[in-house]
Each structure stands twice: as structure tokens, then as C-alpha cells.
């Protein structure tokens, strides 16, 4: 059974960094696109970051130079380090995947989804 499993949130001040990972398992097929989406309360899922199999990494623009996404495809996992953390970046981070290689930021062309891992910032 595919599995995408995130780890690495937690409570942290504004300014701090942390390194958000997920680990995939269970696919039968070669992983294309991966990326992480995020979800305020309230809000709808959005893009974050994502990277294609080879390794080339697209941003939104609210984390560009804050946000780095890298994968390794021998281990099947994705991670996102995450620096200079506001306020604003508090939510539900996910990880999700999908068979093409070409990257989206758009949720719907995604059909693997984790569960998430929490992210909160305090000012």
C-alpha cells in the first residue's frame, strides 16, 4: 500500500528553522513530482515547494529564499528545511506525490497525500 509518512514539525519562536521529512513506501511504480502543500485553519491547501525527479525545486513566493526542498530518490524521501520561520507559516504541513514528472503547485494533481506534521510559529 502506498504510504507517504511526514515528520519533523513542532512549536517554534519566529526567526527558528526546522526540517520537515517524509518518507515514502509501498509504491509500485517510480515517484515523479513531489512537493509539500501547507493548511491554515481556515485557509485552503497551497502549494509550498516541489521538486522534480532530477531534482529541480520550484517555491511559492511567500518561502522563496527561506524554504529549501531536496529529495533522494535511493531512500525515497523528501525533506523541506525551513528557516527563518513567521508567524504566517503556521499549519498543517503535507507531502504529496504524484506518477508525472512534471511539477504543479495545484493540490488536485496530486493523489498521494500524507497525513501532515504540524507546524507552529509564535511571535
Known amino acids: 500500500q502506498e504510504q507517504l509518512v511526514e515528520s519533523g514539525g513542532g512549536s517554534v519562536q519566529a526567526g527558528g528553522s526546522l526540517t520537515l521529512s517524509c518518507a515514502a513506501s509501498g509504491f509500485t511504480e517510480r515517484l515523479g513530482c513531489m512537493g509539500w502543500f501547507r493548511q491554515a485553519p481556515g485557509k485552503e491547501r497551497e502549494g509550498v515547494a516541489t521538486v522534480d525527479r532530477i531534482g529541480r525545486p520550484g517555491y511559492a513566493d511567500s518561502v522563496k529564499g527561506r524554504f529549501t526542498i531536496s529529495r533522494d530518490n535511493a531512500k525515497d524521501t523528501l525533506s523541506l528545511q525551513i528557516n527563518s520561520l513567521k508567524p504566517e507559516d503556521t499549519a498543517m504541513y503535507y507531502c504529496?506525490?504524484?506518477?508525472?514528472?512534471?511539477?504543479?503547485?495545484?493540490?488536485?494533481?496530486?493523489?498521494?497525500w500524507g497525513r501532515g506534521t504540524q507546524v507552529t510559529v509564535s511571535s
Open positions: 504529496a506525490a504524484r506518477s508525472f514528472s512534471a511539477c504543479s503547485m495545484i493540490v488536485d494533481n496530486y493523489p498521494f
